[in-house]
């Protein structure tokens, strides 16, 4: 079965710089990889996600790559602000077959003022 | 549309006892998942739904598990009996079918077994 890794597990960077967090997947038959966002107290929401025919999708502050043949994908924020605190989980799953999303462990990511 | 709801959200109860937990799926959302996430563990898929039919319950840890979803607005998920290390967060999630990209979470239900 697929296998997500997340690195690094805790992340710390000052207000303004940028913050990238990786991940990688076992099963090159994947082909949905979504990025979610979780606060405190709350449920995960998604915030971005690419599909494996594409290599790269922005929408504002935040952008996500892909790797096909590494089979890897990132989560890059830029101009990160003190609200972007909170914990990403990257996730993996193969669309027409088998509906589970797996996740990875998650990153807790800090923005210092 | 509300979204994803969860009740209660936080639950305390004692070892042994019977806890029950209660999710409604966004309107039309074909899919139902029923997620566990602790530090250990992070979060881990139990069981899930289609069209109200349990599709895959490998994540249920042991037989003390069980989920049902008698319509395609409620489901349940319960514990019976319960024990300390089923303390957890545990989160209900709707998606609308099959391609559909997103899977909505609700807010989780904290469960703490004393």
């Known amino acids: 079965g697929e296998n997500v890794e997340q690195h690094p597990s805790t992340l710390s960077v000052q207000e303004g710089d940028s913050a990238v967090i990786k991940c990688t997947y076992s099963?090159?038959?994947?082909?949905?990889f979504p990025w979610y966002k979780q606060e405190l107290g709350k449920g995960p929401q998604l915030i971005i996600d690419?599909?494996?025919?594409?290599g790269e999708k922005k929408d504002q502050r935040i952008a996500v790559t892909l790797n096909k043949t590494a089979k890897h994908f990132s989560l890059h924020i830029t101009e990160t602000q003190p609200e972007d605190s909170a914990v990403y989980f990257c996730?993996?799953?193969?669309?027409?077959?088998?509906?589970?999303?797996?996740f990875g462990a998650g990153t807790i990511l800090r923005v210092k003022s | 549309d509300a979204g994803v709801i969860q009740s209660p959200r936080h639950e305390v109860t004692e070892m042994g006892q019977e806890v029950t937990l209660r999710c409604k799926p966004i309107?039309?959302?074909?899919?139902l998942f029923w997620y566990r996430q602790t530090m250990m563990r992070g979060l881990e898929l139990l069981i899930y739904?289609?069209?109200?039919?349990?599709?895959?319950d490998s994540g249920m840890p042991e037989d003390r598990f069980s989920a049902k979803m008698p319509n395609a607005s409620f489901s349940t998920l319960k514990i019976q009996p319960s024990e300390p290390r089923d303390s957890a967060v545990y989160f209900c999630?709707?998606?609308?079918?099959?391609?559909?990209?997103?899977?909505?979470f609700g807010p989780g239900t904290r469960l703490t077994v004393l």
């Open positions: 999630a709707s998606r609308l079918e099959l391609w559909a990209d997103t899977q909505y």
């Open positions: 099963d090159s038959a994947s082909n949905y």
């Open positions: 690419i599909r494996s025919n594409v």
């Open positions: 996730a993996a799953r193969r669309m027409e077959y088998g509906n589970k999303l797996v």
């Open positions: 309107s039309g959302h074909d899919y």
């Open positions: 739904f289609n069209n109200n039919v349990p599709i895959d």
